[in-house]
């Protein structure tokens, strides 16, 4: 059984610039959460997608957005990026009924 | 509203050693708690969880917790320490019921030295 994956690893951006990280989520799992992690600090809650929907957002700003597919993956949009959106973006997906939600390894974004 | 806080965000062990990393959190509803480990430049992988069943849970790698209502606590705890659980580690707490946010503690970083 494949796990969660993100893509890319790493990624460098300039500040106004546009990004958008994707995620593949484990079989069977429709739950889709999205967490930045900034450095020496626990992940924080962006939004959560359940079958193509937001099901929940944290305390984020609306150029942070998002998207699932009817396979289930997911993208992170972030627009007009700020040197404070520099963090370990981390995917998680859930199986339906389920209470746990496993991670992907995180796509380092670094803004400069 | 929930809230996790993990007492000492470095704990230094020597290899062989009991190894114990405290989580208080706050919940106004029943809640479902978490351990996660972190190793470097890496996601987060699940240790554990209390889902209300036994409030003495048993997870990889010889790690276990306990939930104590009345303490507001899951301590993770392991009788002996091994170089390789040279770690960060996250405690988080959602609400029960499924497809609910994870709030997460800031984290403990734990050593182990020979």
């Known amino acids: 059984e494949t796990g969660v994956t993100q893509s890319p690893t790493h990624l460098i951006k300039t500040r106004g610039q546009q990004v958008t990280l994707r995620c593949s989520s484990q079989?069977?799992?429709?739950?889709v959460s999205w967490y930045q992690q900034a450095l020496g600090q626990g992940p924080q809650f962006i939004f959560q997608?359940?079958?193509?929907?937001?099901?929940g957002r944290g305390n984020f700003p609306p150029r942070f957005s998002g998207l699932q597919f009817p396979n289930y993956s997911s993208e992170l949009n972030v627009n007009a990026l700020e040197l404070d959106d520099s963090a370990l973006y981390l995917c998680?997906?859930?199986?339906?009924?389920?209470?746990?939600?496993?991670f992907g390894p995180g796509t380092r974004l670094t803004v400069l | 509203a929930q809230s996790v806080t993990q007492l000492g965000s470095h704990v230094s062990v020597s290899e062989g050693a009991l190894v114990l990393l405290r989580c208080n959190y706050s919940?106004?509803?029943?809640?479902?708690l978490f351990w996660y480990v972190q190793y470097p430049n890496q996601g987060l992988q699940l240790l554990l969880k209390?889902?209300?069943?036994?409030?003495l849970v048993k997870g990889i790698n010889g790690f276990e917790a306990e939930f104590k209502k009345s303490e507001t606590s899951f301590h993770l705890t392991k009788p002996s320490a091994h170089m390789s659980d040279a770690a960060e580690y996250f405690c988080?707490?959602?609400?029960?019921?499924?497809?609910?946010?994870?709030?997460f503690g800031a984290g403990t970083r734990l050593a182990v030295h020979p």
């Open positions: 998680a997906s859930q199986p339906s009924g389920g209470d746990t939600q496993y």
């Open positions: 079989s069977g799992h429709n739950t």
């Open positions: 997608y359940y079958r193509e929907e937001e099901n």
């Open positions: 919940s106004s509803v029943p809640p479902y």
């Open positions: 209390y889902t209300s069943a036994a409030t």
């Open positions: 988080a707490v959602s609400g029960s019921g499924g497809y609910n946010k994870l709030i």
